[in-house]
């Protein structure tokens, strides 16, 4: 499999040679998706605190702390921005303090199978609005920096399949079987 960061690299080498690079001001589209991407950020970190202040499975608190880390990096990237281009930040949640997972009582606290799926439909949602905003927009920085959010997001999310699969907590929708065909015969 590819390294997402090195198709990231190329991907936005390609970008950059299309256009001069003229920083033109934000248009109302690329403003308001670096506000509502600052603002998603900001709820999936305190989700993430959660996880790490409630799990006790050394792998997944490690993949908890690399999405931390990741998602502080686009929090502050996005935030130089917003505040370059004169863009007001949202309100966001206090960080969470840290605590001992097993002090916490069980019903008072979700599971890791809770915790991944969740995590990892922000994931997901954050990789799609990475898209959608990074084709929308017209500057270069803009649009490079949503293409290397996404990618960070999409490469969080295959580490957190991973996980899930191997512990059992991944979420599968049922197969589709179209009307009238076996579910083991392949229509050519």
């Known amino acids: 499999m590819p390294n997402v960061g090195s198709m990231f690299q190329n991907a936005a080498s390609i970008i950059e040679s299309l256009t001069d690079n003229h920083k033109n001001p934000l248009h109302i589209g690329e403003a308001m ?6 603002s998603f950020v900001a709820s999936a970190i305190m ?4 996880g790490l202040n409630t799990t006790s499975d050394s ?3 490690k993949l908890f702390e690399d999405s ?11 935030s130089e921005l917003m505040r370059q281009e004169g863009i007001p930040l949202s ?6 303090p840290e605590s001992d997972p097993n002090a916490i009582p069980l ?22 609005m990475c898209s959608a905003s ?8 803009v649009a490079t ?4 959010s996404q990618t960070d997001k999409l490469s969080l999310a295959l580490k957190m399949k991973e996980l899930m699969q191997t512990k059992g907590w991944l979420k599968v929708p049922p197969f589709y079987h179209p009307p009238g065909g076996s579910p083991t015969e392949s229509k050519s």
């Open 33 to 38: 998706a670096c506000w509502t991407y600052y």
């Open 59 to 61: 792998k997944l608190k």
């Open 47 to 50: 989700h993430v605190e959660v």
């Open 134 to 141: 990074a084709s929308e927009s017209l500057r270069t920085d």
């Open 107 to 128: 019903g008072a606290k979700f599971t890791d199978d809770e915790l991944t799926n969740t995590i990892n439909i922000n994931f997901v949602i954050a990789a799609n």
């Open 145 to 148: 920096m949503f293409l290397k």
């Open 91 to 96: 309100n966001t949640p206090e960080d969470k």
């Open 68 to 78: 931390y880390k990741v998602m502080k990096s686009h929090q502050k990237e996005v």
